[in-house]
C-alpha cells in the first residue's frame, strides 16, 4: 500500500464500509462554508475505488494530482474565486485525451500513448474547477456493449460482480454506481452511455448529436459519436452539460446554437404528449418485466393528465442494421491511422514494413474491433458499396425523416433502453449478433442524430435495474433533463 492509500484507509477506518457520496449538488452550500471538505471528499472517493478494486472500473486514478488539486480547490472556495464545479469529483471514459495523462481506449494498440492536450468537454470541467480523479475502463474504442472487449479485463456490475455493467461505457457507469465520483463522462455512439445507466440504475445521458464538442474524444463512427453524462442525480448531470456543451473552434461539426441554463428548468409543469413506438414493446426479445415496467410507467403518466399514443414504426427492424453497417465502414477509415508507425503499440518481430502493419494491427487489436474493421472495409469494397453502404446511408434518412416528423406532433417518445436486464459475464461473448441486439434500442436516437436519456424504472425479480429510454427533438435537452425528473418522481402501481 502506498503511503497515500494509507493515509485515506486511516482516514476512513472507523467507518470501515464504503461511505454513500452525496450529489454534488447537495453540497455546494456546504462546501462554500467549509471549503476543505472538497479534500475528504476525494479521499471519500478514492477509498471507495480502492476498495472496489474487484470492480476494474477505473484504468489509471489520479490520487495524488487529485488531492493536489482539493487543496487548490479549498483556496479558490475560501477566496470566493471559485468555478462552478469546484469540488465535483469526476472520472472520464478512456476515449478522452486529457492534456499530459496516458490515454488508451482501453486498447492495447495505444499503450504509452500519452495525449498532448485535452478534449474540450475535459478542459472545460477542469475550467470550472472539477476535480479529474481518473480514466475509466471500457470496451475497446467504444466497440462493445458489455464493456468485455477491454485489453484491461472484463467491468464487474456493483449490484452482481457476475454481471456485466453494460458497455461500452462500462467503467464509467459503475464508477458513479458504486460512489467512485459524482459524475462520469463517457461516450455514446449507439448506446454506450444509455445501456450501462440502464444496467446499473442511474442516469445516463446522451446529448444531441453535435451539442458537445468532440475534440479531444478517440474517434469510432465520427458521424454518430457523441459525448455523453452518467450521474444519479439529473441535476449534477444538468450542471456538467451546461459546462460541457457549445461551439469550439476545434470542432467545425459541433453546434453554433446558444446552450441553456439546463439546470434552471428541472421542473415539468405542462401536459406533455408522448408517443409510443408499438414495434418497441412487441419486439420478442424483451424481457416481460422490462415491458410491465415501461407500460406501468406510461399508464402513471396518463392517469397524470399526459397523453400517451401508440404509433406505428415498422422502421425499427432496420435500425440496428443500419447503424452496424455505418459504424464499421466509419471505425474502419477511423482506425487506419493506428499502424504501429506514429504511436502507440508497434509489433517487436516485423521485419518488413508489410509485416509491421499487419503484425502492429493483428496483435494490437483486439477481436471485436478487428471484427468491425473487416465488416467495414467489406460494406465500403467496390462491390458492396452500393447495395451496402449507400443503401444504409438512405435507410438512415428515412429513419431521420420518420423520427422528425413523429416529434413534430409529439413532445417525446417513450421506450425501453435495452431488451434485458444486466446479463451475466461470458453470456453474449461467443455471439456478436446477440450481442449486437443489446443495442436494439438505444441505435435508434444514434440513427436520428437525437437527444436521448436513460432513467431507472424499476428493478425485476432478480433486483436488476430498469431503464427507461425517452427521446427528445434535437436540441430539446432542457424539455428531456425536465421531464426525466418529473417522471423519476411519479408513483406507479406494479
Ligand atoms: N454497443 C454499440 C457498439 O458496439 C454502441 C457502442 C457505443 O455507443 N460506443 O457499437
Given amino acids: 500500500m502506498t503511503g497515500l492509500k494509507q493515509i485515506i484507509h486511516i482516514y476512513y477506518k472507523e467507518m470501515g464500509k464504503l461511505t454513500e457520496l452525496k450529489p454534488f449538488s447537495s453540497?455546494?452550500?456546504?462546501?462554500?462554508?467549509?471549503?476543505?471538505?472538497?479534500?475528504?471528499?476525494?479521499?471519500?472517493?478514492?477509498?471507495?475505488?480502492?476498495?472496489?478494486?474487484?470492480?476494474?472500473?477505473?484504468?489509471?486514478?489520479?490520487?495524488?494530482?487529485?488531492?493536489?488539486?482539493?487543496?487548490?480547490?479549498?483556496?479558490?472556495?475560501?477566496?470566493?474565486?471559485?468555478?462552478?464545479?469546484?469540488?465535483?469529483?469526476?472520472?472520464?471514459?478512456?476515449?478522452?485525451?486529457?492534456?499530459?495523462?496516458?490515454?488508451?481506449?482501453?486498447?492495447?494498440?495505444?499503450?504509452?500513448?500519452?495525449s498532448q492536450f485535452s478534449a474540450t468537454c475535459v478542459q472545460r470541467l477542469v475550467d470550472e474547477d472539477a476535480i479529474i480523479i481518473g480514466h475509466q475502463n471500457c470496451d475497446e474504442f467504444g466497440m462493445g456493449s458489455s464493456n468485455e472487449n477491454s485489453a484491461f479485463g472484463p467491468v464487474r456490475n456493483a449490484i452482481d460482480t457476475t454481471r456485466v455493467p453494460g458497455g461500452s461505457s462500462g467503467g464509467s457507469a459503475v464508477a458513479v454506481q458504486a460512489d467512485m465520483c459524482h459524475v462520469a463522462l463517457g461516450t455514446d455512439t449507439g448506446g454506450s452511455v444509455r445501456q450501462p445507466a440502464a444496467f446499473c440504475g442511474i442516469i445516463g445521458?446522451?446529448?444531441?448529436?453535435?451539442?458537445?464538442?468532440?475534440?479531444?474524444?478517440?474517434?469510432?463512427?465520427?458521424?454518430?459519436?457523441?459525448?455523453?453524462?452518467?450521474?444519479?442525480?439529473?441535476?449534477?448531470?444538468?450542471?456538467?452539460?451546461?459546462?460541457?456543451?457549445?461551439?469550439?473552434?476545434?470542432?467545425?461539426?459541433?453546434?453554433?446554437?446558444p446552450v441553456p441554463h439546463y439546470s434552471d428548468y428541472l421542473t415539468f409543469g405542462k401536459k406533455a404528449k408522448i408517443a409510443y413506438l408499438k414495434e418497441t414493446l412487441a419486439y420478442t426479445g424483451l424481457q416481460d418485466e422490462i415491458r410491465l415496467h415501461t407500460t406501468a410507467t406510461m399508464d402513471a403518466l396518463k392517469q397524470a393528465g399526459h397523453q400517451v399514443e401508440a404509433i406505428d414504426f415498422p422502421l425499427l427492424e432496420y435500425v440496428l442494421p443500419t447503424y452496424y453497417v455505418l459504424t464499421t465502414a466509419e471505425a474502419s477509415a477511423n482506425l487506419a491511422r493506428l499502424d504501429g508507425v506514429r504511436y502507440g503499440y508497434r509489433s517487436p518481430s516485423a521485419h518488413t514494413i508489410e509485416e509491421l502493419y499487419t503484425k502492429t494491427r493483428s496483435e494490437g487489436f483486439g477481436q471485436?474491433?478487428?471484427?468491425?474493421?473487416?465488416?467495414?472495409?467489406?460494406?465500403?469494397?467496390?462491390?458492396?458499396?452500393?447495395?451496402?453502404?449507400?443503401?444504409?446511408?438512405?435507410?438512415?434518412?428515412?429513419?431521420?425523416?420518420?423520427?422528425?416528423?413523429?416529434?413534430?406532433?409529439?413532445?417525446?417518445?417513450?421506450?425501453?433502453?435495452?431488451?434485458?436486464?444486466?446479463?451475466?459475464?461470458?453470456?453474449?461473448?461467443?455471439?456478436?449478433?446477440?450481442?449486437?441486439?443489446?443495442?436494439?434500442?438505444?441505435?435508434?436516437?444514434?440513427?436520428?442524430?437525437?437527444?436521448?436519456?436513460?432513467?431507472?424504472?424499476?428493478?425485476?425479480?432478480?433486483?436488476?435495474?430498469?431503464?427507461?429510454?425517452?427521446?427528445?427533438?434535437?436540441?430539446?435537452?432542457?424539455?428531456?433533463?425536465?421531464?426525466?425528473?418529473?417522471?423519476?418522481?411519479?408513483?406507479?402501481?406494479?
Avoid at 451 to 475: K, W
Fill in 27 to 114: 453540497l455546494i452550500d456546504t462546501l462554500q462554508n467549509e471549503p476543505s471538505i472538497s479534500i475528504d471528499i476525494v479521499k471519500q472517493c478514492l477509498y471507495n475505488i480502492d476498495n472496489q478494486q474487484n470492480l476494474n472500473a477505473f484504468v489509471r486514478t489520479y490520487d495524488e494530482e487529485a488531492l493536489a488539486t482539493a487543496a487548490q480547490v479549498t483556496h479558490k472556495l475560501h477566496q470566493q474565486k471559485a468555478g462552478k464545479l469546484a469540488g465535483m469529483v469526476v472520472g472520464i471514459k478512456d476515449l478522452l485525451c486529457y492534456q499530459d495523462h496516458p490515454v488508451q481506449a482501453s486498447s492495447k494498440i495505444l499503450e504509452g500513448f500519452v
Fill in 205 to 257: 445521458l446522451k446529448p444531441t448529436y453535435s451539442r458537445i464538442s468532440r475534440h479531444g474524444m478517440i474517434a469510432y463512427a465520427s458521424s454518430f459519436d457523441t459525448i455523453g453524462i452518467f450521474a444519479k442525480d439529473i441535476r449534477d448531470c444538468a450542471t456538467v452539460l451546461e459546462v460541457v456543451a457549445g461551439a469550439d473552434t476545434f470542432d467545425s461539426t459541433v453546434s453554433k446554437q
Fill in 368 to 494: 471485436e474491433v478487428q471484427r468491425r474493421i473487416l465488416l467495414g472495409a467489406f460494406v465500403l469494397g467496390a462491390n458492396h458499396y452500393e447495395d451496402c453502404y449507400i443503401k444504409a446511408k438512405k435507410i438512415r434518412r428515412l429513419i431521420k425523416d420518420k423520427l422528425q416528423a413523429i416529434l413534430s406532433d409529439y413532445d417525446f417518445i417513450l421506450l425501453p433502453t435495452t431488451p434485458s436486464t444486466a446479463f451475466k459475464i461470458g453470456f453474449n461473448a461467443h455471439d456478436p449478433l446477440a450481442m449486437y441486439w443489446a443495442d436494439v434500442y438505444t441505435t435508434l436516437a444514434s440513427v436520428a442524430g437525437l437527444p436521448a436519456i436513460s432513467i431507472p424504472n424499476g428493478t425485476d425479480h432478480q433486483n436488476l435495474p430498469i431503464g427507461l429510454q425517452i427521446i427528445a427533438n434535437s436540441f430539446e435537452e432542457t424539455h428531456l433533463l425536465g421531464f426525466a425528473n418529473y417522471i423519476m418522481q411519479l408513483p406507479k402501481k406494479i
